[in-house]
């Protein structure tokens, strides 16, 4: 077989009706490779040769501020690299939050983010996946995504029946958007998440620094220390906070890279490979 990889198969997050949507005329559209007004949130699966696959799966969350999904670029790129090195790959195309499609914008990504986790953990056995092996990656305004599953677990934003295990394996944050505090955060994310004027509460609840706990998932941090739109203090804030709670946290800050370092600097991997190896998500 090539190295070539491909998606298998595409899947509905939602087996009936999405959660807190609204009806709507808004089409989702699909351009340069980034979504736009998403409705119907999806997995594209990527699956390693049988004979690389280490059981370990990725949901992999693209950013774009929570404005435009990245998909291609941030999503399936990556997912055929994930795929290569035995890991399967899990592209979510996510909602956005968008008060024209949804009765609570503040949740409907984390939603999504959620349903991910669980729907992969329920279907493990059919693509051959250990349900202990799941863990999340995400890019900029996809990393805030990521941090807030890997630190909001314990509150389930979906219907969860089974009790199916909603706390990821392992987190890997990529120039990361992490905190909505007024001197971190990006501000087009945190207006696109939060709405104009939020409330201290809810800047507090997604500020994600301030959500980690012992049980918080190990993570992978990367940065470039030169990234103009999303403040490396984001992530410097986040690795502080995993390491007080004695959480596991690697982290690897570029001195120049800019935001997007990842499409100017393809070794990026080699670093984060080396940690799922240290970690024994892959072999």
Do not use: C
Request: proline share 6%.
């Amino acid at each position: 077989m090539s190295s070539i990889v491909s998606a298998q198969e595409v899947v509905d997050l939602y087996p009936g009706a999405v959660p807190n949507n609204k009806k709507t005329e808004k089409k989702e559209t699909f351009t340069s490779g980034m979504f736009r007004g998403v409705s119907k949130p999806t997995l594209e699966i990527y699956l390693p040769e049988k004979e690389k696959a280490t059981g370990t799966a990725v949901i992999i969350i693209p950013g774009g501020g929570y404005g435009v999904v990245v998909y291609q670029g941030e999503g399936v790129t990556n997912a055929k690299q994930f795929a290569k090195t035995g890991i399967a790959a899990f592209v979510l195309k996510y909602r956005l939050p968008d008060d024209s499609i949804m009765q609570d914008k503040t949740i409907g990504p984390l939603q999504d983010a959620q349903q991910a986790i669980k729907f992969v953990r329920e279907n493990a056995a059919r693509w051959g996946v250990d349900a202990n092996k799941v863990g999340v990656i995400g890019f900029s305004a996809g990393g805030h995504l990521a941090s807030t599953v890997a630190t909001h677990f314990q509150k389930p934003v979906i219907e969860n029946a089974n009790n199916t295990n909603l706390r990821p394996d392992f987190q890997i944050v990529v120039y990361p958007v992490i905190s909505m505090q007024d001197s971190l955060t990006h501000r087009d994310s945190r207006r696109s998440l939060l709405g104009k004027t939020p409330s201290k509460e809810l800047i507090d609840d997604y500020s994600n620094e301030l959500q980690v706990t012992t049980n918080t998932p190990p993570a992978y941090i990367t940065h470039a220390a030169d990234d103009k739109t999303v403040d490396v203090d984001n992530s410097i804030v986040y690795f502080e906070s995993l390491r007080h709670h004695n959480v596991d946290v690697e982290m690897h800050i570029y001195p120049k890279g800019g935001h997007g370092f990842i499409f100017r600097q393809p070794d990026w991997t080699g670093p984060l490979f080396l940690w799922m190896k240290k970690n024994k998500w892959i072999q």
